[in-house]
């Protein structure tokens, strides 16, 4: 059967695309964008302008192309991305929501755009108290004494945590040997752990999905520096007993690390540092309504209880005397993460989300993030398996268990979404579910939009069982079709240009 009249559910359509060749493969030589007048731009030799030895022997073979053809050419490569201006984005554990324009206003400020990081502290007043301002509002908001904005991203922010967790350590005279893991921990947490020269412990779940309170009180000894943990964690499940795990870690001496990639659940219901958590990071690029993905920029600032603050990265932002400037002189710092102060303009962002929402909009977001993501879990029932069927939190975890029995596997059904005009979920994480796909609609999606996904979803589940084909051929209605993912992962073609 014909995959052709299998995609009525979703917003996929039919319609011109454009092929679009390297930009090295367009173009005519002696073909130029623009002309200048020889008699402004008079012909001088380049080694009267750059020193002999910084010049090339041969010329660069780059593409002779016209303006249009330039214009054209991203243009087209444009149209074939995917973000969250595009469509649904449900990425579990991601956090992949609609990011409000007026950040975008607020950070494109003539006085914040226009900013050098070398300008001296009486010249960036603005720009220092919106950072002092937003360490503030992130503590406020986890429940945390102090903090740096530095990180430039949620694996630099663990590792940011744990070096002042190890530098802490070592000033009380035992930095101690290994770090515990659960197994539904982050997959950047044990490398974070590694890199601070600790040897990683994993911690297996209990049957509900959450800490094995009993295996934790077994590895929790005098050597264990810290537990790092995730709450809610990638299944999505919320640790009902974290005074406890943290009360457990105490009172052995060791510090409890909590990763923040979740927090779009927590917002203004539940702090980390009521719960007992000694450090953590959270993702602006993720919570905070700041651009997600492509590689950045991010931001994955690290709070920390008072205890750890003189461990923080300088220089600190700090207020006296109604001025704001920037301390270098901080003897047990672990030192800088990022150059000068942080990606700022992703700073901006979140401080202008945070001071746009408000308190009550802060908890506004974690309720329909939370509300949406048990709509889809309840609504997909029976269609698929799900492992731990029970309320979740900001995102549900389904697997592939019914469709194996028709040879349909996650992956085909990821396929099958990019047919009906989805972006697919998180797929095949957490390692600890097999077929795994984790789905969070957060709190920026219309019932619309989640109704349409889940149509889609029935379709494919249904279609597994009466026509598996349709769905382990997909896609078809894609600018690509199937992919041998082994070839192109052994074998890339990384042509470019000859």
Same mark, same amino acid.
């Given at each position: 059967m014909?995959n052709?009249g299998?995609?009525?559910?979703?917003?996929?359509?039919?319609?011109?695309?454009?092929?679009?060749?390297? !930009?090295?493969?367009?173009?005519?030589?002696?073909?130029?964008?623009?002309?200048?007048?020889?008699?402004?731009?008079?012909? %001088?030799?380049?080694?009267?302008?750059?020193?002999?030895?910084?010049?090339?022997?041969?010329?660069?073979?780059?593409?002779?192309?016209?303006?249009?053809?330039?214009?054209?050419?991203?243009?087209?490569?444009?149209?074939?991305?995917?973000?969250?201006?595009?469509?649904?984005?449900?990425?579990?554990?991601?956090?992949?929501k609609?990011?409000?324009?007026?950040?975008?206003? =607020?950070?494109?400020?003539?006085?914040?755009?226009?900013?050098?990081?070398?300008?001296?502290?009486?010249?960036?007043?603005?720009?220092?108290?919106?950072?002092?301002?937003?360490?503030?509002?992130?503590?406020?908001?986890?429940?945390? +004494?102090?903090?740096?904005?530095?990180?430039?991203?949620?694996?630099?922010?663990?590792?940011?945590g744990m070096? =002042?967790?190890?530098?802490?350590?070592?000033?009380?005279?035992?930095?101690?040997?290994?770090?515990?893991?659960?197994?539904? @921990?982050h997959?950047?947490?044990?490398?974070?752990?590694?890199?601070?020269?600790?040897?990683?412990?994993? !911690?297996?779940?209990?049957? #509900?999905?959450? $800490?094995?309170?009993?295996?934790?009180?077994?590895?929790?000894?005098?050597?264990?520096?810290?537990?790092m &943990?995730?709450?809610?964690?990638?299944?999505?499940?919320?640790?009902?007993?974290?005074?406890?795990?943290? =009360? $457990?870690?105490?009172?052995?001496?060791?510090?409890?690390?909590?990763?923040? /990639?979740?927090?779009?659940?927590?917002?203004?219901?539940a702090?980390?540092?009521?719960?007992?958590?000694?450090?953590?990071?959270?993702?602006?690029?993720?919570?905070? =309504?700041?651009?997600?993905?492509?590689?950045?920029?991010?931001?994955?600032?690290?709070?920390?209880?008072?205890?750890l603050?003189?461990?923080?990265?300088v220089?600190?932002? !700090?207020?006296?005397k109604?001025?704001?400037?920037?301390?270098?002189?901080?003897?047990n710092?672990?030192?800088?993460?990022?150059?000068?102060?942080?990606?700022?303009?992703?700073?901006?962002?979140?401080?202008t989300?945070?001071?746009?929402m408000? @308190?009550?909009?802060?908890? #506004?977001?974690?309720? /329909?993030?939370?509300?949406?993501?048990?709509?889809?879990?309840?609504?997909?029932?029976?269609?698929?398996?799900?492992?731990?069927?029970?309320?979740?939190?900001?995102?549900?975890?389904?697997?592939?268990?019914?469709?194996?029995?028709?040879?349909? %596997?996650?992956?085909?059904?990821?396929?099958a979404?990019?047919?009906?005009?989805?972006?697919?979920?998180?797929?095949?994480f957490?390692?600890?579910?097999?077929?795994?796909?984790? $789905?969070?609609?957060?709190?920026?999606?219309?019932?619309?939009?989640? +109704?349409t996904? !889940?149509?889609?979803? $029935?379709?494919?589940?249904? &279609?597994?069982?009466?026509d598996p084909?349709?769905?382990?051929s997909?896609?078809?209605?894609?600018?690509?079709?199937?992919?041998?993912?082994?070839?192109?992962?052994?074998?890339?073609?990384?042509?470019?240009c000859?």
């Open positions: 014909s052709e299998n995609l009525m559910k979703g917003e996929a359509a039919r319609g011109l695309i454009f092929n679009e060749p390297l !930009i090295f493969k367009k173009g005519k030589k002696g073909r130029t964008g623009c002309d200048l007048p020889e008699k402004l731009f008079p012909s %001088t030799k380049p080694e009267k302008l750059i020193g002999a030895s910084l010049l090339r022997g041969k010329a660069a073979d780059m593409p002779e192309v016209s303006e249009p053809e330039v214009v054209r050419h991203f243009t087209r490569l444009s149209q074939w991305n995917f973000g969250v201006d595009s469509g649904f984005y449900p990425l579990g554990s991601c956090t992949m609609y990011n409000p324009k007026v950040n975008e206003l =607020a950070a494109g400020l003539e006085g914040f755009a226009g900013l050098h990081p070398l300008q001296t502290d009486e010249t960036a007043q603005s720009a220092l108290q919106v950072m002092f301002e937003l360490e503030k509002l992130l503590c406020d908001i986890t429940g945390m +004494d102090a903090g740096t904005l530095q990180p430039a991203a949620g694996a630099q922010g663990e590792l940011c070096m =002042a967790i190890r530098a802490l350590l070592e000033k009380r005279g035992n930095a101690r040997k290994k770090v515990l893991l659960p197994d539904s @921990a997959g950047t947490n044990p490398a974070s752990a590694a890199l601070c020269d600790y040897d990683v412990v994993s !911690i297996p779940s209990g049957p #509900d999905g959450l $800490i094995d309170i009993k295996k934790l009180k077994e590895a929790m000894d005098k050597d264990t520096a810290a537990l &943990l995730t709450n809610p964690n990638t299944l999505g499940l919320f640790e009902k007993d974290i005074k406890k795990i943290c =009360a $457990i870690v105490h009172a052995k001496g060791g510090l409890v690390y909590s990763d923040g /990639a979740n927090l779009n659940a927590l917002l203004g219901k702090r980390f540092g009521d719960m007992g958590i000694d450090v953590c990071h959270v993702n602006l690029h993720k919570t905070f =309504a700041t651009p997600h993905g492509g590689g950045g920029p991010g931001s994955g600032p690290c709070l920390v209880k008072k205890e603050k003189p461990f923080l990265p220089p600190l932002v !700090i207020k006296s109604g001025k704001y400037s920037l301390k270098w002189d901080s003897k710092s672990v030192g800088a993460f990022h150059g000068f102060n942080g990606n700022f303009s992703v700073l901006l962002k979140a401080y989300y945070i001071l746009t408000g @308190a009550a909009g802060l908890k #506004d977001i974690s309720e /329909a993030a939370v509300l949406n993501a048990n709509y889809v879990r309840a609504k997909l029932k029976g269609y698929y398996d799900i492992p731990f069927d029970r309320y979740c939190m900001h995102e549900c975890v389904l697997s592939d268990k019914i469709q194996n029995e028709h040879h349909v %596997t996650t992956l085909d059904i990821a396929k979404l990019i047919d009906r005009g989805f972006h697919p979920p998180t797929i095949y957490p390692l600890i579910v097999k077929g795994a796909m984790m $789905i969070e609609p957060t709190e920026s999606e219309s019932k619309e939009t989640i +109704d996904f !889940i149509e889609a979803m $029935i379709e494919i589940a249904e &279609l597994a069982k009466t084909e349709a769905i382990t997909a896609p078809l209605n894609a600018k690509v079709k199937r992919m041998d993912e082994t070839k192109a992962a052994r074998h890339p073609d990384l042509n470019c000859t």
